[in-house]
């Protein structure tokens, strides 16, 4: 822990080491917050903000990590659940190891830790849960089926944590981004593809596309601006969207067109 400061919420951000939530941390410590990044090895880091070792697949790291911050701070105001893993590859092709090692960071690692911090925003009778899902959990997109069905896990989880939070003061809502220009295609688990792979014209070619949505993105700012946003609202939406027009389009494209037309739109964007 590197800083010292009796302002501003309590804020603990998953993921800070990079990419969104770094940003994310950089903004709102910068704001006059006490934010606590975590990551798994961040401690020692260079950043503006106080680090916590923190792996959200490890149970007793995230009760250590918490009971450090609550024991200086006496409290938890804001949780973001960002820490994430990327995945691609075709559904046939997936191990159940990597399978296993995305849900366990993208989806019970969101729901570890906001049994983790629960209690203490019980006690308070307040607190903010903010959990960055992504405009991908909307659909399943090719090559990404895992990755877009552990967001849309995120999603139906804080739909429930909203209603079930609210008697207690506490409340929660879903950020989806699209792209955004983080580390996220270095640190994207690429699924090896079997010697005769008939996926592997296709998916080579997908994956151009996947890494150029990152590339062309937007910026993290205005994802950590958007959460300063959130954080300072009295009352929360369930969902707030923030991507390019047509990444937020065919979320609507989705509902609108028959099922057929939709599915071609979406071969024809990555040429399959
Ligand atoms: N970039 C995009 O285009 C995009 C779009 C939609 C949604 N998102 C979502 O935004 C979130 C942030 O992603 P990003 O783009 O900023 O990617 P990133 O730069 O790869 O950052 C991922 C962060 O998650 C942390 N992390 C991974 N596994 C962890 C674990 N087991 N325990 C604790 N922390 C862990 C990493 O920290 P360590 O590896 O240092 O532990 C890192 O800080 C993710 O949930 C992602 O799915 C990103």
Do not use: W
Not at 71 to 100: F, T, Y
Not at 153 to 161: G, H, I, K, N
Not at 184 to 191: A, D, L
Request: hydrophobic residues 40%; positive net charge; aromatic residues 4%.
């Amino acid at each position: 822990m590197n800083q010292e400061s009796k302002t501003g919420k309590v804020i603990l951000i998953t993921g800070a080491s990079s990419g969104l939530g770094e940003e994310m941390a950089r903004h709102l410590a910068a704001a006059g917050h006490r934010v606590y990044g975590t990551a798994r090895s961040i401690e020692g880091t260079d950043k503006p903000f106080n680090t916590v070792n923190m792996d959200v697949t490890n149970a007793s790291s995230i009760s250590t990590a918490l009971a450090r911050i609550v024991g200086k701070e006496g409290r938890i105001d804001v949780l973001i659940n960002n820490a994430g893993l990327g995945i691609a590859g075709p559904v046939e092709e997936l191990s159940i190891s990597d399978v296993q090692r995305v849900l366990e960071t993208n989806v019970v690692g969101v729901l570890r830790t906001c049994q983790a911090v629960l209690p203490q925003m019980r006690l308070q009778k307040s607190g903010k849960i903010i959990n960055i899902s992504s405009i991908g959990s909307e659909m399943g997109l090719p090559y990404r089926g895992l990755y877009s069905a552990s967001k849309a896990a995120v999603d139906r989880l804080t739909e429930a944590l909203r209603t079930e939070l609210a008697p207690f003061g506490i409340q929660a809502c879903i950020v989806q981004p699209g792209g955004v220009r983080t580390d996220i295609n270095k640190n994207r688990i690429r699924v090896d593809l079997e010697q005769d792979s008939p996926y592997r014209a296709s998916f080579e070619h997908t994956y151009r596309l996947i890494d150029e949505s990152v590339e062309n993105g937007m910026p993290p700012l205005a994802f950590a601006q958007l959460v300063a946003e959130i954080i300072a609202a009295p009352r929360l939406k369930r969902l707030y969207r923030l991507g390019r027009p047509i990444e937020k389009l065919s979320v609507l494209l989705k509902r609108l067109l028959p099922s057929g037309r939709f599915d071609k739109m979406i071969r024809k964007h990555y040429g399959l």
